[in-house]
């Protein structure tokens, strides 16, 4: 198993102790039946409303919605892999026609969100179509570290980020994960209850380690990468995220890691970009695999930045002013988007450098192939999540979710389902076009908002239409 360490600052943080997360978590309903109206939600959530997760040292608890914040199966407990994923349709020129299950658009393969448990320091692996939750995973060796956002590559691998530093690489199907501990067979978690010790777990493809006093590590987000005929695979596949120190200023690096490894290739300093109380808070990729950054509210100013995939040129602009940044996305047409839990939400047009604000106030969102952002909503404006014309900037639609509490999260699935996933306990699961909805509730303490599905990453790879 790799595992990469990096020292930030020369500064050393000592290891805390995490839970102990064991296998004896009380079972949730992983089904329920259609509805558009409430769902109960358990698990170790606040649920009191207020976007912070209420973490020590996290949030204030003023309201700001500051950071206060495979399994081996189909979902049908078979045993059988069967897993596989929708990979969009390839560009001509890789004559993709040869590798089954890795060009046709039409055939959705697997389909999975992945929710990290961030007070126990875990992530849950949730087919889409069945909403079953068919493995869970230790993030870091010390089981804390506090996980929030995940990003899934072309091939359906999945990394996530803890707050307080490091990123673990999962694989999603059974057949690429390779013997690492000496025992026979492949030791991997199947469910909920079935969370295998780190040093035992053979799904997990690497660790890296940052490391560094006050540490923050949030934003990730994988790049394309090339696909090579030969093998039937994504390869040269790329991870951009961000490190900085909290309360030492000029402290900000962008990182990109080999994807097969977790070995840090290159690091940009960002000096010039200031901390706020979190450093950089979302991120996400367009079809150059530029990667693009927005800082949280508290920054002075707040900010939106891209990292040139081929130069590692840096260019900083501010947000409109009022606007406070929490969750951010790239459209296909090339538009970043920043939602603010005040001020509204901000279309940005690179070539023209112009912004744009549309009256929505919102924490998590992602942008769909059908031309929308969706965007999750709560307090006045009500728990639910608002879609927005991407050219037009018309508000669209808003739907709902009356018990969602905070709906942090966002993502779309390959089947065109808007997912939501609030601060406590629930995956909620919305048709767009009925309204109807279904939710996982046997998360703990969840808290993502990225591109949890992978349909971020195609969407900006492969624009339709």
């Known amino acids: 198993m790799w595992i990469e360490r990096l020292a930030v600052a020369g500064a050393l943080v000592l290891a805390g102790c995490g839970d102990d997360v064991g296998s004896d978590a009380d079972t949730q309903s992983s089904t329920v039946p259609e509805t558009s109206g409430s769902n109960d939600q358990s698990g170790d959530g606040d649920g009191d409303g207020d976007p912070g997760d209420g973490d020590p040292g996290d949030g204030d608890g003023d309201g700001d919605p500051g950071d206060g914040d495979g399994d081996p199966g189909d979902g049908d407990g078979d045993g059988d892999p069967g897993v596989k994923f929708d990979m969009a349709p390839l ?134 990468g090339v696909f090579d005929q030969g093998s039937c695979t994504w390869v040269d596949q790329k991870l951009w995220t961000q490190t900085a120190l909290l309360g030492q200023a000029n402290s900000m690096q962008i990182h990109r890691l080999d994807g097969e490894t977790g070995a840090i290739e290159d690091t940009v300093p960002a000096p010039n970009v200031d901390l706020g109380s979190w450093g950089a808070y979302g991120g996400a990729v367009d079809g150059e695999d530029n990667f693009w950054f927005s800082t949280h509210g508290s920054g002075s100013p707040p900010t939106l930045s891209r990292v040139d995939n081929d130069t590692l040129v840096l260019t900083t602009w501010p947000v409109p002013n009022g606007l406070s940044p929490y969750g951010m996305t790239v459209d296909s047409e090339g538009h970043a988007w920043v939602a603010g839990y005040s001020g509204g939400t901000a279309r940005f047009t690179p070539d023209s450098e112009t912004w744009d604000v549309v009256n929505v106030t919102g924490l998590g969102m992602q942008a769909d192939s059908d031309g929308r952002v969706w965007v999750g909503t709560y307090g006045g404006q009500g728990s639910g999540v608002t879609s927005i014309d991407v050219n037009t900037l018309e508000i669209l639609d808003f739907i709902p979710l009356p018990n969602a509490g905070v709906t942090k999260g966002v993502s779309i699935d390959f089947y065109g389902y808007v997912w939501i996933v609030n601060m406590a306990s629930s995956a909620y699961r919305v048709d767009p076009d009925t309204h109807m909805f279904q939710s996982y509730d046997g998360l703990n303490g969840a808290y993502t908002y990225s591109d949890m599905t992978g349909a971020g990453l195609k969407n900006v790879a492969f624009p339709q239409g």
């Open 91 to 224: 560009p001509d020129e890789t004559g993709g026609e040869g590798c089954m299950g890795m060009g046709g658009g039409e055939d959705v393969e697997f389909s999975y969100i992945w929710v990290a448990n961030s007070s126990e320091g875990t992530l849950s692996k949730i087919n889409t179509e069945t909403l079953v939750e068919e493995a869970r995973y230790i993030t870091r060796p010390d089981h804390a570290g506090r996980p929030s956002r995940t990003s899934v590559n072309l091939s359906g691998d999945v990394a996530v980020a803890s707050r307080d530093g490091g990123i673990s690489k999962f694989l999603a199907r059974l057949d690429d994960c390779a013997e690492q501990n000496g025992m026979p067979d492949i030791q991997t978690s199947t469910g909920k209850n079935d969370v295998v010790a780190w040093d035992l777990e053979e799904c997990r493809a690497w660790y890296t380690e940052f490391v560094g006093q006050n540490l923050a590590n949030r934003p990730v987000a994988w790049t394309a």
